[in-house]
DNA sequence: CCCATATTAGAACATTATTTCTAGAACAAA
DNA sequence: TTTGTTCTAGAAATAATGTTCTAATATGGG
């Protein structure tokens, strides 16, 4: 099988994150510095820099996209309110995946020199998400801006105001909550 | 006097915004090429890279703190609401300063190389806007962490949805305030 | 007009970043 | 043990970016 890697995909992902956040940049040599592994394990592992960013952009989105997915599929007494609190519940589960979530670009991780093969799985992942929010639209009536708003807008704007730094407290998730009811319950069709 | 300056500092802010949010990231050479302004005028001018991105925050700090600070104060039939409104008014009154308020980080902007001076005035700013949130709550009762949320957090949130690309669709407004309202009014001293 | 001043201009230079490359280490199977 | 494979390691080569510098351009006042 060969020698066995001393280094993990995530451990890179987070230090990608940290440094975002804290410099506003990603150089390799900062890498190697914050993670320990050496240049020629990053490149053999990742390609190249555009596919190192574009992978920890992906592996988050990943991440985060399939709680987000089924939390908007699963039945409650108001339709995506689930959905709404995963995005604080994805910052306590995951603080480092969050960091990329919450606090950059995706302009920041992909560009259009980043490799194919990441692009198209980013276009997918994207689409996946948008039907899936079509299809909760057209089940209960709400008008996709305000879906957008209730399931994404007010959440990120929400755990946004303690990352980095700060754990997400557990008391956002009322106030949460509350804002998704005040724009969504207006619009339900009274079943 | 001397010969009179071919460009606006604006003009040149504006194309930080607009590279931050397209690539992710600011050179020099980019700000040549999207400005029409030489490198050496830029030089002259802002000194160096560092004070030339911190002076782009800077100012779209102050512009968007003076709005705010003004709504604060104003009085209204709910306290703070005004303020709130301010986040997606300013979007549209100044779109270009607003891709750098709602898409990019300080960090981005702002590291420790950032000239000293620099440094302190964003301290200043920051100050001064904390000081009259503490004042707000202070005044009405308010929790912090409920101040933030209705009056930056889910505002920020909401029209992030939009930027960059998309205008900040007036009718934001009225949801904006229904959020407010949400989070806020529960929490209001009946007077 | 001529001087002092402020600004522009961009080539040359210095610095810093990314990438490649070669040698070697760890591991599994034959 | 030998062999094939995968991974680590970091110095060297390559590429790119940030900065400086000198000359030239425009403007207003004496």
Redesign the pocket.
């Known amino acids: 099988?060969?020698?066995?890697?001393?280094?993990s995909d995530d451990d890179v992902f987070a230090a990608v994150g940290r440094m975002l956040v804290r410099d506003g940049e990603?150089?390799?040599?900062?890498v190697v510095e914050e993670t320990?592994?050496?240049?020629?394990?990053l490149?053999?592992?990742f390609?190249?820099?555009?596919g190192l960013l574009a992978r920890a952009w992906l592996d988050t989105l990943g991440a985060f996209h399939a709680r987000f997915l089924a939390a908007l599929d699963q039945p409650g007494e108001v339709p995506g309110l689930a959905a709404a609190l995963e995005t604080p519940r994805f910052c306590r589960a995951e603080p480092d995946k969050a960091l990329i979530l919450v606090c950059c670009r995706r302009s920041e991780l992909m560009s259009d020199n980043t490799p194919e093969a990441l692009q198209a799985e980013l276009a997918a992942a994207n689409d996946r998400v948008m039907v899936a929010i079509d299809a909760f639209c057209r089940h209960t009536g709400l008008p996709l801006e305000i879906a957008r708003l209730g399931l994404i807008g007010f959440p990120l704007g929400a755990v946004k105001l303690y990352l980095p730094g700060e754990p997400v407290p557990e008391a956002l998730d009322a106030e949460i909550e509350r804002a998704y009811r005040a724009v969504v319950l207006p619009r339900l069709a009274s079943s």
Chains 1, 2 share one sequence.
Do not use: C
Request: glycine share 16%; hydrophobic share 25%; net charge positive.
């Open positions: 099988m060969g020698r066995r890697s001393t280094f990603v150089r390799m040599q900062s320990g592994v050496s240049v020629g394990s490149y053999h592992r390609g190249s820099r555009e």
